[in-house]
């Protein structure tokens, strides 16, 4: 069985969020809502689902999303019951009515998997569509995935995956700020780096508006910190999972990042990297753009 996980904040958007689960062509599935101490609160439209959905809600008493949004997913995550696998929806996100039908349907193929996701489409607040719909290869390995998301082939959100709850219990969520790329790495560490399983026939509507982290322009600080820390990450950590060609690609984007948040210790790092992976004429390169990053 499926369970869809919200951690609510905001009220906005989240009838339709729950409008969209009840019109599901496969109602096997069981809704866990964590209301993050919330001052905007959902009851009255949550009974009105209850009769249409299998719900769950809790409210807790502190507001823990504020210091870590990863906090709050794993406090929701253990409300979970009997369910072997679960989405993180978000409270302003919408599932097209057949992603969960979709889902069983694949379970042949998905079933060996740690991680499946669905094809997406970004829309704004008044549901209006601002992208293409992104498809992905139906097996694909994780790493060659971030390859492409770096070269801005694809893109990715929390919402779209589903993940074997036993391997999410091994792993976790790593606590970036913001989750600003949590779910970039739990798709390569829950797949063990190895292939996910797209299911292209049903989509995930994510909201981008000023009211969500992706839409908002008031943290960008906090996105570049969770981005160099996420890209330290992989190279400090899981170098040996990618291509040369693959680190080489990732080392410049990681740069990219540091470069506007220049720190001794991930200067050092870098330094250190270059030389060690790529010898003496990368990294003295690599100094020289430090030197002009610092003068300008």
């Known amino acids: 069985m499926l369970a869809i996980v919200i951690p609510y904040y905001k009220l906005k958007f989240f009838k339709q969020t729950l409008q969209s689960l009840a019109i599901q062509t496969n109602k096997n599935f069981k809704v866990y809502i964590g209301n ?7 009851l009255e439209i949550i ?59 694949s379970q042949k193929e998905t079933n060996t998997f740690a991680v499946t996701r669905f094809a997406t489409i970004l829309i704004d607040e008044n549901n209006n569509q601002l992208s293409q719909l992104f498809t992905h290869p ?29 391997i999410y219990l091994q792993k976790k969520f790593y606590n970036f700020p913001l989750a600003w790329y949590a779910d970039d790495l739990a798709l390569l560490k829950f797949s063990n780096f190895d292939s996910v399983y797209t299911i292209n026939n049903a989509t995930v509507y994510v909201r981008i508006s000023c009211e ?73 390169k690599f100094l020289r753009r430090i030197v002009i990053n610092y003068k300008n």
């Open 36 to 42: 993050d101490n919330s001052t905007q609160n959902p």
């Open 47 to 105: 009974n009105e689902f209850k009769d249409l959905i299998n719900i769950e809600y809790f409210s807790f008493k502190t507001n823990i999303g504020k210091i870590s949004l990863t906090k709050q997913w794993h406090r929701c995550l253990e409300k979970v019951q009997e369910e072997n696998y679960f989405m993180i929806l978000g409270d302003d996100d919408v599932l097209e009515k057949n992603v969960v039908e979709s889902f069983y349907l």
């Open 138 to 166: 139906i097996i694909e390995k994780s790493t060659d995935f971030l390859i492409r998301k770096i070269k801005g082939e694809t893109r990715s959100s929390l919402s779209e995956y589903v993940y074997s709850k036993e």
């Open 212 to 284: 969500s982290i992706s839409g908002s322009k008031n943290n960008e600080n906090l996105k570049i910190k969770s981005s160099l820390q996420f890209y330290y990450l992989i190279l400090k950590n899981y170098k040996n999972k990618f291509t040369k060609n693959q680190i080489k690609i990732i080392l410049e984007r990681g740069e990219r990042f540091f470069f506007k948040k220049m720190q001794i210790k991930e200067s050092l790092f870098f330094i250190k990297f270059h030389l060690i992976n790529f010898g003496l004429y990368s990294t003295l």
